[in-house]
Each structure stands twice: as C-alpha cells, then as structure tokens.
C-alpha cells in the first residue's frame, strides 16, 4: 500500500507561483511513474504532468513553460514548481504513483490540495 501525502497548496494572485510537494510512504525509487493531476470544479481530473524514474518529464500542453515536475527519491518526495499561474490554474491537485505489474497497474492518490489563482 502507497500513502502519498500532498502540500504546498494555498491562495495566490495571477503571475505567481507556487510549489507543491507530495510524500510517499514509500521509496519513491521503487516507484517508475509518478505524476500530478487537477481537477477544477465542474471538470474531469486532467494529467498535469509526469515523471519516470529515469527523468523523463512530460507536461500537458497548457502548462509547458510554466510548471516543472521532479523528483527526489532520497526523500521520497515530488514536486511541482508552477510559475506565472493563471485563474485556469485553480484546481484540486493530486499526485498519484503508478505501481505496474506484470499484467495490469494499480494506482495510488493523494487526498488532494487546493490550489486558487486570483485574477
């Protein structure tokens, strides 16, 4: 069982950033795929971005440029630094590891942390 823990959340005004930091009970080593996702009130939860233990990255297109995931397996924790928000930012944000196994996956998420952009 994988316990992900999310922080960093708050209120702040367009063109601001933020960081958000996720912890795993886990090593985070033993996990390849871990990501963060959104979900604004209204809408489906969205893949924000990910990262794969060799440090491949990808990010959705409406944050590429602005927000930076990473990882840190020493502390077991992920981040998501997120520059120049907008309003359309504000959402729930979520981590999630993905356990793969042999034929299928299992996901594991965090309980979530608001994230609000005023204009």
């Known amino acids: 069982q994988v316990q992900l823990v999310e922080s960093g959340g708050g209120l702040v005004q367009a063109g601001g950033s933020l960081r958000l930091s996720c912890a795993a009970s886990?090593?985070?080593?033993?996990?390849?795929?871990v990501g963060w996702f959104r979900q604004a009130p209204g809408k489906e939860r969205e893949l924000v971005a990910n990262?794969?233990?060799?440090?491949?990255?990808s990010y959705a297109d409406s944050v590429k440029g602005r927000f930076t995931i990473s990882r840190d397996d020493a502390k077991n924790t992920m981040y998501l630094q997120m520059n120049s928000l907008k309003p359309e930012d504000t959402a729930v944000y979520y981590c999630?590891?993905?356990?793969?196994?042999?034929?299928?996956?299992?996901?594991?998420w965090g309980q979530g942390t608001q994230v609000t952009v005023s204009s």
């Open positions: 999630r590891a993905r356990i793969q196994g042999w034929t299928n996956y299992s996901d594991y």
């Open positions: 886990v090593r985070l080593f033993s996990i390849n795929d």
């Open positions: 990262i794969l233990r060799s440090g491949y990255t």
